[in-house]
């Protein structure tokens, strides 16, 4: 079993930046594929960005493509979303995933099986 849990969300002003962190403990977190997904009220969880375990793939929704970078310290088991030109769309609850297939990144949510539960990002105008 793997714990996830999220921090670094926040209210700040549209351009501005976060980067949100994602701590796991229980079994080995480097042979996991991470991957962060939002949801914003009323709306579907939706794929943000995604990492495997080797850090040599990466893959992001085309809504943040230049804004985000995901990255991964397998030292200190935490995954990161560096949030810049943060936009009010953007504002959702953001959610961290893993898998035990570490070699995809999966851009949707079935191949995850393990979330943590989510840390508020709200974007002002």
């Known amino acids: 079993q793997v714990q996830l849990v999220e921090s670094g969300g926040g209210l700040v002003q549209a351009g501005g930046s976060l980067r949100l962190s994602c701590a796991a403990s229980g079994r080995t977190f480097s042979t996991y594929s991470m991957g962060w997904f939002r949801q914003a009220p009323g709306k579907e969880r939706e794929f943000v960005a995604a990492i495997s375990w080797s850090r040599r793939s990466t893959r992001y929704a085309d809504s943040v493509k230049g804004r985000f970078t995901i990255s991964r310290d397998n030292t200190k088991e935490t995954v990161y979303l560096q949030m810049n030109s943060l936009k009010p769309e953007d504002t959702a609850v953001y959610y961290c995933?893993?898998?035990?297939?570490?070699?995809?990144?999966?851009?949707?949510?079935?191949?995850?099986?393990?979330w943590g539960q989510g840390t508020q990002v709200t974007v002002s105008s």
């Open positions: 995933a893993a898998t035990n297939v570490g070699s995809i990144v999966a851009v949707t949510t079935g191949p995850y099986d393990h």
